[in-house]
T-cell receptor, first 112, second 114 residues
Framework: DAKTTQPPSMDCAEGRAANLPCNHS???????VYWYRQIHSQGPQYIIH???NNETNEMASLIITEDRKSSTLILPHATLRDTAVYYC?????????????FGKGTSLLVTP | DAGVIQSPRHEVTEMGQEVTLRCKPI?????LFWYRQTMMRGLELLIY????????DSGMPEDRFSAKMPNASFSTLKIQPSEPRDSAVYFC????????????FGEGSWLTVV
């Protein structure tokens, strides 16, 4: 699976949009971009995933650049409960590469 | 719907004792994963199963660790004998290949070996 690079930490004011970047310059054509988050003391939680089109769900939006070498997770109106570590993972869905390999992620702090 | 259920949630044991962690995946899921999380090493994949068969156990640290999946609704991760460096949070997760392969995690088993 391709390696990802994320900033180690970010701050965001409550009510503002949180934009979390991820670099995955070695991504290959059959690899998806997944985002998970982990709130303190809980298991990782799925947020969103995409291949090349932008995606949106009730939690967030995922913007993938046209060359697919980077992406941005957008939390449109961050709340204090969004404080967590956010993991960007590039994952090949093939018979041999099915698991998620977590990096260090971005620690997002949402402040009042 | 019930999520991935793990037990025990917390365990404190003495060095040298056997530890068994249990996991019930989401019903209908055909993949099951065991992860370990520590401050030093982050989240590490230990082993995963497909249709109850181990597919990749390259992350299992050593022979003291073993994992089984006797049926589609139950898996165990056993450590024998346990050592203080095994202290960590152990997560079980499951997924179904037909639903975008989203992996769902349990709340973890917090293990302390003293």
């Amino acid at each position: 699976d391709a390696k990802t690079t994320q900033p180690p930490s970010m701050d965001c004011a409550e009510g503002r949009a949180a934009n979390l970047p991820c670099n995955h310059s070695t991504i290959s054509g059959n690899e998806y971009v997944y985002w998970y988050r982990q709130i303190h003391s809980q298991g990782p939680q799925y947020i969103i995933h995409g291949l090349k089109n932008n995606e949106t769900n009730e939690m967030a939006s995922l913007i993938i650049t046209e060359d697919r070498k980077s992406s941005t997770l957008i939390l449109p109106h961050a709340t204090l409960r969004d404080t967590a570590v956010y993991y960007c993972i590039v994952r090949s869905i093939s018979n041999s590469g099915y698991a998620l390999n977590f990096g260090k992620g971005t620690s997002l702090l949402v402040t009042p | 719907d019930a999520g991935v259920i793990q037990s025990p949630r917390h365990e404190v044991t003495e060095m040298g004792q056997e530890v068994t962690l249990r996991c019930k995946p989401i019903s209908g899921h055909d993949y099951l994963f065991w992860y370990r999380q520590t401050m030093m090493r982050g989240l590490e994949l230990l082993i995963y199963f497909n249709n109850n068969v181990p597919i990749d156990d390259s992350g299992m640290p050593e022979d003291r660790f073993s994992a089984k999946m006797p049926n589609a609704s139950f898996s165990t991760l056993k450590i024998q004998p346990s050592e203080p460096r095994d202290s960590a949070v152990y997560f079980c997760a499951s997924s179904f290949r037909g639903t975008g392969n989203t992996i769902y995690f349990g709340e973890g088993s917090w293990l302390t070996v003293v």
